[in-house]
T-cell receptor, first 113, second 113 residues
Framework: DTAVSQTPKYLVTQMGNDKSIKCEQN?????MYWYKQDSKKFLKIMFS???????INETVPNRFSPKSPDKAHLNLHINSLELGDSAVYFC????????????FGQGTRLTVV | GDSVTQMEGPVTLSEEAFLTINCTYT??????LFWYVQYPGEGLQLLLK?????DKGSNKGFEATYRKETTSFHLEKGSVQVSDSAVYFC????????????FGKGTRLHILP
């Protein structure tokens, strides 16, 4: 039973398109995140939500818009995709204030051509 | 700001060699410290963690001790296997603020048979 699941696993699309990545967690956590991993494996936080409220927005372009319909879901919508958006995007969840670890999804490899 | 610094890779070792991957951190609060592992094509998995000074985290033969005096959390394993080949990330979380988990840049480990 997958704890954090994100779809799709692979996404190939053309520049200028709009795409979405979905994430769901069944751990009962109240905080969810999106991380971007570049080609050198560097992980950078993009957003975090706590109980559907935006907590962190790390100077990500406005083309990226997260949406959290409930605390178990955090989707990422990207408008007007650019070549530089190609990366692996990871969703994660944790329980706030407990200094506990985050649980990660398997990642979505986005390739913009 | 809070940050994590870990040794550059790649690290290449022969099977059964002793492994150390250095990690130091900067944090204004009292962080929890983590080591995550990423196997090829997969998401991040928690390898071990420590939540307070002098705690030792251990899992699958790996160990790391939370050293507040040296602000370090070095990862060690006495005898590595080919299956340990992966990217290892040191990370911290100061859970009473924004719950952001901050990662080091990752260290790629290659184990030769």
């Amino acid at each position: 039973d997958t704890a954090v699941s994100q779809t799709p696993k692979y996404l190939v699309t053309q520049m200028g398109n709009d795409k979405s990545i979905k994430c769901e967690q069944n751990l009962g956590h109240d905080t969810m995140y999106w991380y971007k991993q570049d080609s050198k494996k560097f992980l950078k936080i993009m957003f975090s939500y706590n109980n559907k409220e935006l907590i962190i927005n790390e100077t990500v372009p406005n083309r990226f818009s997260p949406k959290s319909p409930d605390k178990a879901h955090l989707n990422l919508h990207i408008n007007s995709l650019e070549l530089g958006d190609s990366a692996v995007y990871f969703c994660a969840s944790s329980q706030r204030g407990m200094n506990t670890e985050a649980f990660f999804g398997q990642g979505t490899r986005l390739t913009v051509v | 700001g809070d940050s994590v610094t870990q040794m550059e890779g790649p690290v290449t070792l022969s099977e059964e060699a002793f492994l150390t991957i250095n990690c130091t951190y900067t944090a204004t609060g009292y962080p929890s410290l983590f080591w995550y592992v990423q196997y090829p094509g997969e998401g991040l998995q928690l390898l071990l963690k420590a939540t307070k000074a002098d705690d030792k985290g251990s899992n699958k033969g790996f160990e790391a001790t939370y050293r507040k005096e040296t602000t370090s959390f070095h990862l060690e394993k006495g005898s590595v296997q080919v299956s340990d080949s992966a990217v290892y990330f040191c990370a911290l979380s100061v859970g009473n603020r924004d719950d952001k988990i901050i990662f080091g840049k990752g260290t790629r480990l290659h184990i030769l048979p």
